[in-house]
């Protein structure tokens, strides 16, 4: 089913400084990311000696970091066959281009404040097949719910299992029953569309006027990416596929773990990576810096690891996590003859001919 969202018969006009006002915006929520990064590294690193730290990597064990690299880069490839398939029924993206805008979108996430490798996504792949880049957008929507339903769940799993701090109990509560009501208003959506349109009529009554245009058509485009997820089985392959993509890193979180002599069983990565994952989706700076480390450390307080061996560790964790995805993002950047700096001006892509190796 196609949505339209009526145009009223007067529309509204946006003021001449609505680039401005979006300018601002942005440097707020950097500043407030800075902020917000800056609080959680001081929280992290103020138990912990310098001294220490430098002895807890001085064991480690390499082999386990280059193994690791197996099951993430798998887990990176299940997450774009899931996003062609949420894609296939109005996109056609082969499973090379999704990979690869797939990763330049997570190296512009770790690059770029306030998560804009989503917009870098949605434009590359308006780039390569025309497709509305508010569609795109919606189906990257469904992702991140997908996304953080099953990291809620793995977390609360875990932690109904062990004991716990208030903190990560506060973290498991809130997610899993925001991301569960989330999932639950995606579902009627899809099963009622005309009630989910009759929703956003409301919503879009209750915005300010001078912006109710542009919101009527992002959302047109937004609920079409949003109705990509028909039927029983593509709740089943896009929820399977989102869980084997985050275990495998998991996987990847505790073949790191082995290397710094954690010597814990596998299954309690699990919550380690729902507590990491579900934290950086607080506003932070690049790559989540900052609420990451210090919630993969209390994780690791949590089930029994000394305060140095775990921030050892998490410092590591995301320095692996980080750098390799930001050095293939640039290069399979520049293999689409983009340079580096569209990730700081993302329109730009728009402008920029399609390199005729792309699909090949």
């Known amino acids: 089913m196609k949505y339209e969202i009526k145009e009223p018969k007067e529309v509204a006009r946006l003021p001449a400084d ?40 001085r064991d480690v064990e390499w082999a386990w970091i280059a193994f690791a690299s197996i099951p993430f880069i798998l887990g990176l490839w299940v997450r774009a066959v899931r996003w062609q398939l949420v894609l296939r029924p109005s996109i056609d993206l082969s499973l090379k281009d999704a990979f690869s805008i797939l990763v330049i979108g997570c190296a512009a996430n770790n690059l770029l404040p306030v998560r804009m490798g989503e917009v870098v996504r949605a434009l590359m792949v308006e780039q390569v097949t025309g497709a509305p880049r508010m569609l795109v957008l919606g189906t990257i929507f469904v992702e991140r ?15 109904v299992l062990v004991e716990s701090n208030g903190t990560l109990h506060v973290l498991a509560i809130v ?18 569309p005309e009630r989910g349109e009759r929703l956003l009529e409301v919503l879009l009554q209750l915005s300010p006027s001078m912006l109710q245009s542009r919101m009527r058509s992002w959302l047109s485009h937004l609920l079409n990416g949003l109705s990509q997820l028909r039927g029983r089985k593509s709740w089943v392959i ?22 710094f002599g954690l ?4 299954w309690l990565y699990l919550g380690v990576t729902g507590a990491a994952n579900l934290a950086i989706a607080a506003p932070s700076t690049s790559g989540g810096i900052g609420p990451f480390e210090y919630f993969v450390r209390e994780t690791l307080i949590v089930f029994g690891i000394m305060t140095v061996n775990g921030t ?39 402008h920029m001919p399609e390199p005729a190796d792309a699909n090949q």
């Open 18 to 57: 609505d680039r401005g006002y979006r300018r601002h915006r942005v440097i707020l929520r950097v500043v407030l990311g800075l902020f917000v990064s800056a609080l959680f590294l001081l929280l992290l690193l103020r138990q912990v000696q310098l001294d220490e730290l430098t002895e807890a990597f």
């Open 238 to 259: 896009v929820s399977s596929t989102t869980a084997l993509s985050w275990t495998l890193e998991a996987m990847a979180y505790w073949m790191i773990g082995e290397a």
């Open 312 to 350: 050892a560790y998490a410092l590591a964790l995301h320095t692996l996590i980080l750098l390799p995805v930001v050095v293939v993002g640039l290069v399979l950047l520049w293999k689409r003859q983009l340079g580096p700096m569209v990730l700081a001006q993302p329109e730009r892509i728009l």
């Open 175 to 192: 997610s899993t029953v925001g991301f569960v009501g989330a999932t639950l208003l995606l579902a009627s959506i899809v099963a009622f």
């Open 145 to 159: 719910i997908f996304d953080g339903l099953v990291l809620a769940l793995f977390l609360s799993t875990t932690l």
């Open 263 to 266: 010597d814990l069983a596998p």
